[in-house]
């Protein structure tokens, strides 16, 4: 089974910027589509950002198009997400999964998580 392990949140000012990475292991995610993830204090995991196997194509959620960017290293077998601008609703657990690659449908295909990366913006 394939291993995700996310990195590179923290505490950030509004209008700031973080780089999150998500590392995988067990198996190479070139065949995959891949997408990130955040989950807020007592609301549903929800769907932030996708991405093709070939980094061709991408897509993501209204609230953060135009400030966010999602980007794949296969050959390194990681898959990034450049956060700029950041607003205190960004605030969340940051985590990645594998997705179906029609990218329309917005939900992971692996049935487990990795331990996700805190992001946390203050106004």
């Known amino acids: 089974q394939v291993q995700l392990v996310e990195s590179g949140g923290g505490l950030v000012q509004a209008g700031g910027s973080l780089r999150l990475s998500c590392a995988a292991s067990?198996?190479?995610?070139?065949?995959?589509?891949m997408g990130w993830f955040r989950q807020a204090p007592g609301k549903e995991r929800e769907f932030v950002s996708s991405?093709?196997?070939?980094?061709?194509?991408?897509s993501y959620a209204d609230s953060v198009k135009g400030r966010f960017t999602i980007s794949r290293d296969n050959a390194k077998n990681t898959v990034y997400l450049q956060m700029n601008s950041l607003k205190p609703e960004d605030t969340a657990v940051y985590y990645c999964?594998?997705?179906?690659?029609?990218?329309?449908?917005?939900?992971?295909?692996?049935?487990?998580w990795g331990q996700g990366t805190q992001v946390t913006v203050s106004s």
């Open positions: 999964n594998t997705v179906n690659p029609l990218l329309g449908i917005r939900r992971p295909l692996l049935n487990y």
């Open positions: 991405i093709t196997w070939s980094g061709a194509d991408s």
């Open positions: 067990g198996r190479p995610i070139s065949s995959y589509a």
